[in-house]
């Protein structure tokens, strides 16, 4: 019986870790306008890492973890605002400079 319910248990903890992080959109947006007005996107979190390309305000990307690490995301760029395909330029933002997308409100 004990083999029984540690493999339930097993089963149900493995399970769980399907259950991945499918992303969330946000904005470029709170950039300086006065100053280079871009969000770099860079090869990992770090301003000593490659600059991959820049991110003009309202440039939209999807996160691929629910959290930063050291005020940093990784993100996919967006075509566009409808763009789910998740096949755009992977990299870092500093997440001061990108803003949640809340769809319905």
């Not at 979190?45 to 600059?51: E, R």
């Amino acid at each position: 019986m004990k083999r029984i319910l540690f493999g339930l248990i097993g089963a149900l903890a493995l399970s769980g870790a399907a259950y991945g992080y499918d992303g969330e959109q946000y904005v470029v947006c709170n950039l300086n306008p006065q100053g280079d007005n871009f969000l770099a996107l860079r090869s990992c979190g770090s301003t000593k890492c490659q600059m991959l390309r820049t991110l003009g305000p309202d440039t939209f990307v999807i996160t691929l973890e629910p959290y930063e690490t050291k005020g940093w995301r990784e993100v996919i760029v967006q075509q566009n605002s409808q763009d789910w395909s998740y096949s755009g330029v992977k990299g870092w933002v500093y997440g001061k400079y990108i803003c949640k997308v809340h769809l319905g409100e």
